[in-house]
T-cell receptor, first 116, second 111 residues
Framework: KAGVTQTPRYLIKTRGQQVTLSCSPI?????VSWYQQTPGQGLQFLFE???????NKGNFPGRFSGRQFSNSRSEMNVSTLELGDSALYLC???????????????FGPGTRLTVL | QKEVEQNSGPLSVPEGAIASLNCTYS??????FFWYRQYSGKSPELIMF????GDKEDGRFTAQLNKASQYVSLLIRDSQPSDSATYLC???????????FGRGTSLIVHP
C-alpha cells in the first residue's frame, strides 16, 4: 500500500506571497491532519479534515486554511506569508481519527517551506 | 493545556547498550501513547503504540506505560548507530484523537 504523499517537497517563497501544499493520504484513510514543525516549537497541530469537513483546528491564525476533497486528498493554504512561516509542513493520515484505541497517524515526507 | 514533556538530550549511548527514552504527560485522562522516530530531515515514522499499563515489546523496542505516574518510556535494546534519531512521544486524551507531541529526545548511538 502506498504511503502518504506530499507535494511539492521543497518550496521557496517571499514574504507576502501565498502558497498551497498538497497531501494524498494512504488509500482508505479518510482523516488528514496537518502539522507545522520548527526547531523552536516542535510539532504543532494545524487542523484535521474528515469527509471534506474540518473537524479540529489548532491555534494558528486565519492565514492558514485547508480543505479536503471527496477522494480524501487535502490541501493547505497559507496566505500573506511571513518569515516565521518557514517550517516543515507535515501531513498525516489515519483511517478515521475517531477510534482512539486503534487509530494511528502515518506521516508523509513533508514540504519544506522557506520564506525569504 | 495538555503537555507532553521529553528531555531534549542528546542522549548518548554506546553501540549494543540499552537506550532509555522517557516521556511524561500532564493529562490524567490520556488514553493512547505513541512513539515516533524522526531522522534528521525526514518525517516522523511510527515505531509503536501502547494503551495499557505495563510493557509492550516489538523486536528490540519495548514501550512501558505507568498511568499512575503519568509516564511512558521507550527502551531500545542492542542499540545500533542506525537508531540515532530524534524520538517523539505523542499522547491522545479522552475525547480527542488528535495527539499532542513532545518536542522529542535526540538519541546518539556511537560505535
Amino acid at each position: 500500500k502506498a504511503g502518504v504523499t506530499q507535494t511539492p517537497r521543497y518550496l521557496i517563497k517571499t514574504r507576502g506571497q501565498q502558497v498551497t501544499l498538497s497531501c494524498s493520504p494512504i488509500s482508505g484513510h479518510r482523516s488528514v491532519s496537518w502539522y507545522q514543525q520548527t526547531p523552536g516549537q516542535g510539532l504543532q497541530f494545524l487542523f484535521e479534515y474528515f469527509s471534506e469537513t474540518q473537524r479540529n483546528k489548532g491555534n494558528f491564525p486565519g492565514r492558514f486554511s485547508g480543505r479536503q476533497f471527496s477522494n480524501s486528498r487535502s490541501e493547505m493554504n497559507v496566505s500573506t506569508l511571513e518569515l516565521g512561516d518557514s517550517a516543515l509542513y507535515l501531513c498525516a493520515s489515519s483511517y478515521s481519527g475517531t477510534r482512539v484505541s486503534t487509530d494511528t497517524q502515518y506521516f508523509g515526507p513533508g514540504t519544506r517551506l522557506t520564506v525569504l | 493545556q495538555k503537555e507532553v514533556e521529553q528531555n531534549s538530550g542528546p542522549l548518548s549511548v554506546p553501540e549494543g547498550a540499552i537506550a532509555s527514552l522517557n516521556c511524561t504527560y500532564s493529562d490524567r485522562g490520556s488514553q493512547s501513547f505513541f512513539w515516533y522516530r524522526q531522522y534528521s530531515g525526514k518525517s516522523p515514522e511510527l515505531i509503536m503504540f501502547i494503551y495499557s499499563n505495563g510493557d509492550k515489546e516489538d523486536g528490540r523496542f519495548t514501550a512501558q506505560l505507568n498511568k499512575a505516574s503519568q509516564y511512558v518510556s521507550l527502551l531500545i535494546r542492542d542499540s545500533q548507530p542506525s537508531d540515532s534519531a530524534t524520538y517523539l512521544c505523542a499522547v491522545t486524551s479522552g475525547g480527542s484523537y488528535i495527539p499532542t507531541f513532545g518536542r522529542g529526545t535526540s538519541l546518539i548511538v556511537h560505535p
